[in-house]
């Protein structure tokens, strides 16, 4: 199975880290070549003005639009969910979202980067709960969410992780935690459901 990382901003060598520590070596996608090649994709964060601007720039918008459409499994951070969403609570004329994930989201909504925080995010993963340490970097907050968006994680009343079918979304990063890999252990088998190659 191959899973990718889209590597052209933000914090891939992260999530680079915590595949390999569950067993996967991803491939870092830059091309639309590249693109074609995986199975599941990993949207790190980073800033999502910059992201969006580098997607047209490489020519990968379209590309990676049509991939999620299609069903490739796809896990979004903090500004990889600003690239995913439909709707925000103000126009984004800097940011050119694929508009993808049925949610609104409100940008910041936590603080700049000085206000970041880490607190406790409740999971319910395969009817499985518990608690992980969030960690929040200027993150957007969900204020929305469409019916055909499933909840499965919660900063005290707030819903920071969601799935729509092959989406897996959320405002925090999981990347920076070493002690849990539930999340990206949960994606994985999305992308072996999905009928990840095995490579």
């Known amino acids: 199975m191959r899973i990718g990382i889209l590597a052209i901003q933000g914090d891939m060598d992260l999530h680079h880290r915590k595949l390999r520590m ?27 003005t910059t992201i969006s ?10 590309s990676l639009k049509k991939r999620i459409e299609e ?18 609570d103000k126009d984004e004329p800097e940011v050119k979202s694929l508009g993808l994930l049925d949610v609104k989201l ?3 909504a936590y603080g700049r980067q000085r206000e970041s925080f880490e607190g406790p995010v409740r999971l319910k993963i395969n009817d499985v709960e518990k608690t992980i340490t969030g960690i929040f970097i200027r993150a957007p907050k969900i204020i929305e969410v469409g019916k055909s968006v499933e909840e499965l994680g ?19 990063h999981p990347e920076l935690v070493d002690e849990d890999n539930s999340i990206h252990e ?12 095995n490579v």
């Open 154 to 172: 919660w900063y005290e009343s707030d819903p920071v992780l969601v799935r729509q079918g092959n989406i897996l979304a959320m405002t925090f």
């Open 71 to 88: 069903g490739m499994p796809v896990l979004a951070t903090c500004a990889g969910i600003i690239i995913l969403a439909k709707k925000f």
């Open 106 to 108: 409100q940008r910041n």
């Open 186 to 197: 949960f994606f994985v088998k999305m992308v072996e459901e999905k009928g990840g190659r």
């Open 22 to 48: 569950i067993g996967i070596s991803p491939l870092l996608v830059k091309t639309e070549e590249e693109l074609k090649r995986v199975d599941g994709l990993v949207l790190p964060g980073g800033e999502s």
């Open 53 to 62: 601007k580098i997607l047209e720039r490489y020519g990968l918008r379209e």
